[in-house]
């Protein structure tokens, strides 16, 4: 199994989870979060007058999964795919291994098939 934490703009929030849903990714959880990076900010107006000023952090959405490792790859092309269409796109996908997992309500635990 391989945990996917995806970096996003708030605007392809929806695009991300259908397509999720296509793969059958049963749980998600996202939040709200400010990152700063590479990306270019455009200017924004501070009142009236000639004061502007560039964000130097950028609002996104934060999305973590877990999925079985078949399917990584073909997620983060489908992924990659939709934010490429965007004017603004920018973001981060990182992929990491889960080496066990514990469910509260109904006691299991153990190691995720690999």
């Known amino acids: 199994m391989r945990?996917?934490?995806l970096i996003i703009s708030h605007e392809h929030f929806l695009e991300v989870s259908e397509l999720l849903r296509k793969y059958d990714v049963d749980g998600m959880t996202f939040n709200s979060v400010k990152s700063r990076g590479r990306s270019r900010q455009e200017?924004?107006?501070s009142g009236e007058g000639i004061a502007?000023?560039?964000p130097e952090f950028v609002?996104?959405?934060r999305i973590e999964?877990?999925?079985e490792n078949s399917v990584v790859k073909s997620i983060i092309e489908d992924v990659r795919t939709i934010l490429s269409k965007s004017s603004f796109h920018f973001g981060k996908i990182f992929v990491s291994d889960i080496a066990e997992?514990?469910?509260i309500n109904t006691n299991e635990t153990g190691k995720p098939n690999m």
């Open 52 to 54: 502007r000023t560039v």
């Open 43 to 45: 200017e924004v107006s």
């Open 3 to 5: 945990r996917i934490d």
């Open 65 to 67: 999964v877990i999925v």
């Open 59 to 61: 609002a996104a959405t």
């Open 101 to 103: 997992a514990y469910t």
